[in-house]
């Protein structure tokens, strides 16, 4: 089946230990990203990954990173998290183009005390 | 840069009744235009979508026309169901990012009873 697997997806961390989300797509896609969801202020993107060893910043990348050292993988890291990054995270592919939509994970609620 | 604007919500309907949830965007050239869909505790799945001027995309029972003239890509159902109670996004995908970022609305949440 066709799909973007996250994990964990349910989190609970306590500030300024590191921690990572684990992304992966099964559908060959070339391009990556990361949201951020948030009550009032819909999804914002956080990176975004063209192909291998390209990523790019989204509008909100303050506190995170990523790396794309495989097609498949996008994992998102948290080096020193805080608890306004508390959130619900979606990782999303598509191949390259503009008539193609997304493919959403399911999502990722990360709780920071 | 590249917006899309939807209606507030929620927006509360009885079974069976006519879903009209608005959209506009502010996009330089032709972007691409999606209707996604987010139902309690699951991830956005794309609903329907339409690339260039004119074209109606459909899916479930749900149409949208890619209206040009003026900006918008409204979401209609005839009948809706108990079970489409969700929260609805809808999205473009411009030249403005080289058509790489998918820009959402804020979502509007949809409340059917039966």
């Known amino acids: 089946e066709a799909q973007v697997t996250q994990n964990p997806r349910y989190l609970i961390t306590v500030t300024g230990k590191k921690l990572t989300v684990t992304c992966s797509q099964n559908m060959n896609h070339e391009y990556m990203s990361w949201y951020r969801q948030d009550p009032g202020l819909g999804l914002r993107q956080i990176y975004y990954?063209?192909?291998?060893?390209?990523?790019d910043k989204g509008d909100v990348p303050e506190g995170y990173k990523v790396s794309r050292k495989e097609k498949r993988n996008f994992p998102l890291i948290l080096e020193s998290p805080s608890p306004n990054q508390t959130s619900l995270y979606f990782c999303?592919?598509?191949?390259?183009?503009?008539?193609?939509?997304?493919?959403f994970g399911s999502g990722t609620r990360l709780t920071v005390v | 840069g590249d917006s899309v604007t939807q209606m507030e919500g929620p927006v509360t309907l009885s079974e069976e009744a006519f879903l009209t949830i608005n959209c506009t965007y502010t996009a330089t050239g032709y972007p691409s235009l999606f209707w996604y869909v987010q139902y309690p505790g699951e991830g956005l799945q794309l609903l329907l979508k339409a690339t260039k001027a004119d074209d109606k995309g459909s899916n479930k029972g749900f149409e949208a026309t890619y209206r040009k003239e003026t900006t918008s890509f409204h979401l209609e159902k005839g009948s809706v169901q108990v079970s489409d109670s969700a929260v609805y996004f809808c999205a473009l995908r411009g030249s403005d990012t080289g058509f790489q970022k998918l820009v959402f609305g804020t979502g509007t949440r949809l409340l059917v009873s039966p």
């Open positions: 999303a592919s598509s191949l390259q183009g503009p008539g193609y939509g997304y493919t």
């Open positions: 990954s063209m192909n291998v060893e390209v990523t």
